[in-house]
């Protein structure tokens, strides 16, 4: 597609349950970024992904959060065990390697724990 | 340790006003600094600074990258309650985009 798509675009789960976050980076994109910006606040980094390099996991909050990206293209983030405090809204990013130019945001998705 | 740091954290302004929005920065292999607007979920791209010195402009906004200071500015003048957003800097090393925890504008009429 043109764009970087994520999906769901909203979310609500009930606290303590599992929920599968997606990613479709733009295509020829191998570098691929999550974020995640709670009310009112600026980006968090999460994880980066970068062609067949280990990822860069230093952003995950906790243990609970895990990420894979699937052939160098879509990406999932899991969230285990879900928390009240894990509500925020998910971005996914992507540009191509060793390139500032078309690094492109998903649109989001929107997380709501209750 | 790489990193961006944008202040303030947030900023009230009323209509009319101009603000200034800070971007310092320590990340090796610098190569660009960048800046968002965020008003909904996903950031729109404003600026792209690469050379110290060079304002960039667009309407009521400009920037401006200071190499030697390791930071950059964002003005916007006539300030309106549509430019309420949070307002992102981040730096691009040739590998990496890193992220400031972004400045919180809020525009009162």
């Known amino acids: 597609g043109a764009g970087v798509s994520q999906s769901p675009s909203n979310k609500v789960t009930e606290k303590g349950k599992d929920v599968e976050l997606r990613c479709d980076p733009i295509?020829?994109?191998?570098?691929l970024y999550w974020y995640r910006q709670s009310l009112g606040q600026g980006l968090e980094f999460l994880i980066y992904?970068?062609?067949?390099?280990?990822?860069?996991k230093s952003g995950l909050p906790s243990d609970r959060f895990s990420a894979e990206r699937t052939g160098g293209s879509v990406s999932t983030l899991t969230i285990q065990r879900t928390q009240q405090e894990d509500s925020a809204v998910y971005l996914c990013?992507?540009?191509?390697?060793?390139?500032?130019?078309?690094?492109?945001f998903g649109s989001g998705t929107r997380l709501t724990v209750v | 340790e790489d990193k961006v740091v944008q202040s303030p954290l947030s900023l009230v302004v009323h209509e009319g006003d101009t603000v200034t929005l800070n971007c310092s920065y320590e990340?090796?292999?610098?190569?660009?600094l960048l800046w968002y607007k965020q008003e909904k979920k996903a950031p729109t791209f404003l600026f792209m600074l690469?050379?110290?010195?060079i304002e960039k402009k667009s309407g009521r906004l400009s920037s401006i990258l200071d190499k030697k200071e390791l930071s950059s500015i964002l003005n916007i003048t006539a300030t309106q309650t549509g430019d309420s957003a949070i307002y992102l800097c981040?730096?691009?090393?040739?590998?990496?985009?890193?992220f400031g925890s972004g400045t919180k504008l809020n525009v009162k009429p």
């Open positions: 981040a730096i691009y090393n040739f590998n990496k985009f890193y």
């Open positions: 990340v090796t292999n610098f190569r660009s």
């Open positions: 990013a992507s540009h191509r390697a060793a390139s500032v130019y078309g690094y492109t």
């Open positions: 295509s020829g994109h191998t570098a």
């Open positions: 690469t050379s110290s010195g």
């Open positions: 992904f970068q062609g067949n390099s280990a990822p860069d």
